[in-house]
């Protein structure tokens, strides 16, 4: 495994292009964040008000100063968290295309994208079979994508350079903004950057470890505000949230043995959660496995998996390039001490 540098500031390419999707779209994600916050047993709507201050100060002036152009709504406009990674990164992972972007022929940014498709979709895709129009017309009808993002993806593959030279302009036109919204959190932000420093320094964080762990290209960690409670995993950047270590204390604070063993049960009263342990209990899966098998869609066996790997019962590991969940057997285990403990 690669030595993995743990990057000590925001990431301006990164955040920017973080904030344009969440600028657009800061609704929604705080519906999500709340349901998340009620998850794990807190008062979710109460907690995001209280805790997520400097995260929406933060959405809110780079919003005010936020430019805009054409691209804007091709790249941003959909509400699509796994288009949006697909597309961004790219620029993520390539920075130097900033400068030297006029320099990158088409072809690979085709194959860029299709990569990434297959990664994130995590479906086999031979990228020398993707090369003509017709190629791409047909790879695309037979993808699990919805129509919207069938649609984009075309017009993006016929003119790759079109579409990503506005991207890297929208970005360059908003480091401004991002640069202003930081300034206007730098405080708060400093203290959670120290926080944020000492957690990887001891690996605080065991599941977003468990995937660091199984990924071998990974390269660097970068804090995120952007995407606050949450863990991006790129091929060499990955992105930790800098609120994810105030949301894991509140839990640890109000979920006591007590109400984490109802959350256990809340997880495993849910007949979807119960049939995909019973799945895995045969062997481990990967999300669309999981997803084809119970007849759920991809989206909805993550929200689902995200809850099992908060309760301890799963846990994964990269394999191939694709991320496999693993029943937690110590997690069950542990389960029948606590249970032991309440009704024994």
């Given at each position: 495994m690669l030595m993995i540098q743990v990057k000590e500031n925001l990431d301006p390419i990164f955040e920017t292009l973080g904030l344009l999707y969440t600028a657009r779209h800061a609704e929604t994600l705080e519906l999500q964040m709340i349901t998340v916050l009620n998850e794990l047993g807190l008062d979710g709507k109460n907690t995001f008000q209280q805790e997520f201050t400097m995260y929406r100060k933060y959405v809110e002036i780079f919003t005010e100063d936020k430019r805009t152009n054409?691209?804007?709504?091709?790249?941003?406009?959909?509400?699509?968290?796994?288009?949006?990674?697909?597309?961004?990164?790219?620029?993520?992972?390539?920075q130097e295309l900033f400068t030297t972007f006029t320099e990158i022929p088409s072809e690979q940014l085709k194959r860029e994208i299709i990569r990434r498709?297959?990664?994130?979709?995590?479906?086999?895709?031979?990228?020398?079979?993707?090369?003509?129009?017709?190629?791409?017309?047909?790879?695309?009808?037979?993808?699990?994508?919805?129509?919207?993002?069938k649609w984009k993806l075309a017009n993006l593959m016929k003119n790759p350079k079109k579409y990503y030279q506005g991207l890297v302009n929208l970005v360059k036109d908003n480091?401004?903004?991002?640069e202003k919204a930081r300034e206007t959190v730098e405080k708060e932000l400093a203290d959670c950057l120290e926080i944020y420093q000492s957690r990887m320094k001891q690996k605080q964080d065991k599941v977003f470890w468990g995937f660091i762990d199984g990924m071998t290209t990974v390269q660097y960690i970068n804090p995120t505000l952007a995407f606050?409670?949450?863990?991006?995993?790129?091929?060499?950047?990955?992105?930790?949230g800098l609120l994810s270590e105030r949301i894991l204390k509140l839990g640890n604070d109000k979920v006591i043995a007590k109400e984490?063993?109802?959350?256990?049960?809340?997880?495993?009263?849910?007949?979807s959660k119960f049939e995909i342990l019973l799945s895995l209990k045969d062997a481990p899966k990967y999300n669309l496995e999981i997803a084809e098998t119970l007849g759920l869609s991809a989206s909805t066996v993550s929200h689902h998996m995200n809850a099992l790997l908060v309760c301890g019962l799963v846990s994964v590991r990269k394999?191939?390039?694709?991320?496999?969940?693993?029943?937690?057997?110590?997690?069950?285990?542990?389960l029948k001490e606590e249970i032991n403990q309440f009704f024994m």
């Open positions: 054409e691209y804007d709504d091709f790249f941003f406009g959909e509400y699509d968290n796994d288009f949006f990674f697909m597309m961004i990164e790219i620029l993520v992972e390539k498709y297959s990664e994130i979709y995590e479906e086999d895709v031979d990228i020398s079979d993707v090369n003509d129009f017709d190629e791409i017309f047909s790879f695309l009808t037979e993808s699990k994508l919805n129509d919207s993002v480091l401004f903004a991002f606050a409670a949450s863990q991006v995993l790129n091929e060499t950047n990955s992105y930790y984490a063993l109802v959350m256990k049960f809340k997880a495993l009263g849910d007949s394999e191939s390039g694709k991320v496999y969940y693993h029943i937690e057997k110590e997690g069950l285990e542990k």
